[in-house]
């Protein structure tokens, strides 16, 4: 599975960004937005399940939106109303519904990973 991520890039705070992450998938997975600022761990930010279904971190509730289109395979993360905390590398995982299943969150370190977009909030 391969995951492209792009949209990243420098914003004033108050400013908006729509992250994509184009995917050459086949099959169902559960795929989500996580981000990750140096020295710090990784955080979940949003995800959807196979079924559609999506949920949040709460620190990005009512700002940030996953939606994916099937017919262009992207997954996408419209971001609204960013702040500077928000600054961090940006990455798409993708996983199996089974694997997820099974393991919860803990199935994203197996699951497949884009190389990350930069998002920058001044």
């Known amino acids: 599975v391969q995951l492209v991520e792009s949209g990243g890039g420098s914003v004033q705070a108050g400013g908006s960004l729509r992250l994509s992450c184009a995917t050459v998938t086949y099959g169902r997975y559960v795929m989500g937005w996580f981000r990750q600022v140096p020295g710090k761990e990784r955080e979940e930010v949003a995800v959807?399940?196979?079924?559609?279904?999506?949920r949040y971190a709460d620190a990005v509730k009512g700002r940030f939106t996953i939606s994916k289109d099937n017919v262009k395979k992207t997954l996408y993360l419209q971001m609204n109303s960013l702040k500077p905390e928000d600054t961090a590398m940006y990455y798409c995982?993708?996983?199996?519904?089974?694997?997820?299943?099974?393991?919860?969150?803990?199935?994203?370190?197996?699951?497949?990973w884009g190389q990350g977009t930069q998002v920058t909030v001044s």
């Open positions: 959807m399940d196979s079924d559609g279904s999506t």
């Open positions: 995982a993708a996983v199996s519904p089974e694997n997820y299943d099974e393991n919860g969150s803990g199935a994203w370190a197996s699951g497949y």
